[in-house]
């Protein structure tokens, strides 16, 4: 693995990790480079895995989440969540275990995938203290430093609101206040002590620590809207001037760094702007979106929901779209429900690479396997291929039960011949 990929790539140093990348997306490794330079583009890297980069000119990319809970916390099912989710294709999986033995969890889902892993610190940090109240900038240090030393690819920490920022909170008109775990997390923390964020006043010594492993910082996005009614407000405004210069001050430090934001649930008239608004102010870092959810009466089919979304956000700009499962704000996904939401996750990134590129071959190739009613071709391309395997469920038919021998394809395929 590389050391300080940004630092190499500010120097114009075109490293074989870059290469890898360039030669993964399609693109010239100099314009790469420059992009990584310029904070527009992160490469996340683990061992026994290809890097992964994220960022303006490279296709939309989506990341599962998965962990134990305080209630469920089965260690071979989220093993099962993390294959599943790689099998369909997530490209990045976070681990969010809060359950467990969490270190034991994590291990066991670093050596059954080779996609890069995110964490967020602050989770296991309260599970290990008992309470958020009882930790301290020292115990989230450690924490963040046990995470890198175990092969993780890039962590969360809410480091973007201040204590000003939570009293306009306190004061504003919101529905849903604030929905962040780890934002409120740091919040309560913070309120309880009448201290400054943690993250941000160790801010340097937390970079330092990711720019020794080369570490991909994300920056949270505690401010988000919970419900669509609530808009972007000062808090949500403060929080993404913060974190830009934030981030800014982390690429001096040789860490490169993602944006949370817009995410959550944000009315679908104003994803496009939103996005926009967000990469001007961040200076076009890459930007990571929870969904969002364009409506929040979708309970049961969040991903659906989510699937638009996230469709109308990656097509407007975002560059990195979180999933939603259809157990959103109503349990702990299972297996099967992980691979709904990847799968949605994966059309909506693919629908925001059509809106930012154009229409991309992979459509193309699945258009003639279906013209040619090669139902294994078509298997082969499409997004799920078992799904669509499940639903045909007919051997060595020319057509499909839709419409039997009634089928349009073939009754022109025979007199247009
Ligand atoms: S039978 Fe109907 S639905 Fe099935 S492939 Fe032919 S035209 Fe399409």
């Known amino acids: 693995m590389n050391k300080n990929l940004l630092l190499a790539a500010i120097a114009g140093k075109e490293t074989s990790v870059i290469d890898e990348v360039a030669d993964l997306e399609g693109v010239k490794p100099n314009f790469l480079c420059r992009q990584i330079a310029s904070g527009r583009i992160v490469v996340m890297q ?18 599962a989440n998965i962990g134990t ?13 993390a294959r599943t989710a790689e099998k369909y294709g997530a490209d990045t999986i976070s681990d969010l275990s809060m359950g467990g033995d969490i270190d034991a969890i994590r291990q066991k889902i670093l050596d059954e995938t080779s996609v890069p892993i995110t964490t967020v610190p602050i989770y296991q940090t309260v599970v290990e203290k008992g309470s ?3 930790m301290t900038e020292q115990d989230l240090i450690r924490m963040i430093k046990k995470h890198v030393s175990m092969g993780i690819s890039s962590i969360v920490v809410h480091a973007g609101f201040t204590l000003e920022m939570l009293e306009k909170l306190r004061n504003s008109k919101r529905i849903m206040g604030m929905v962040s775990k780890g934002g409120s997390f740091t919040s309560a923390w913070m309120l309880q002590n009448s201290r400054e964020n943690p993250f941000l006043s160790y801010f ?22 919970g419900c669509i009614h609530d808009h972007m407000d000062g808090p949500q405004e403060m929080e993404m001037e913060l974190n830009a210069r934030l981030a800014g001050r982390a690429n001096e430090l ?8 817009m995410g959550g649930h944000v009315s679908p008239e104003k994803i496009a702007d939103y996005v926009a608004h967000y990469k001007n102010v961040t200076n076009h870092r890459p930007l990571f979106v929870a969904g969002p959810l ?3 009466i979708g309970v049961g089919y969040d991903h659906i929901s989510g699937c638009v979304g996230g469709s109308l956000a990656a097509g407007a700009g975002a560059d990195y779209l979180c999933y939603i499962t259809p157990s959103e704000h109503l349990a702990l996904p299972n297996v099967d429900q992980v691979r709904e939401g990847v799968v ?20 193309q190739i699945l258009a003639g396997h ?13 997004i799920d291929g078992d799904r669509a395997r499940e639903i045909h469920n007919q051997d060595k038919r020319e057509t499909c039960s839709m419409c039997g021998k009634y089928c349009a394809i073939l009754i022109m395929e025979e007199y247009l011949k």
């Open 46 to 63: 683990r061992y026994g895995g290809p890097p992964l980069g994220i960022g303006e000119g490279l296709k939309t990319k989506i990341n």
């Open 69 to 81: 809970s305080a209630d469920v916390f089965d260690p071979d099912i989220e093993v099962e969540k």
């Open 132 to 134: 958020f109240l009882d």
């Open 204 to 225: 340097d010594e937390i970079c330092g620590a990711l720019s020794e492993k080369d570490v991909v910082l994300s920056l949270g996005n505690t401010m988000r809207s």
């Open 254 to 261: 040789g860490v490169q760094v993602i944006i949370e934001g």
């Open 294 to 296: 364009p409506l929040d």
């Open 344 to 363: 949605a996750f994966k059309i909506a990134a693919h629908v925001g690479d059509i809106l930012k590129y154009g229409p991309r071959p992979e459509d």
């Open 370 to 382: 279906r013209r040619a009613r090669d139902w294994e071709g078509q298997f082969r391309a499409a």
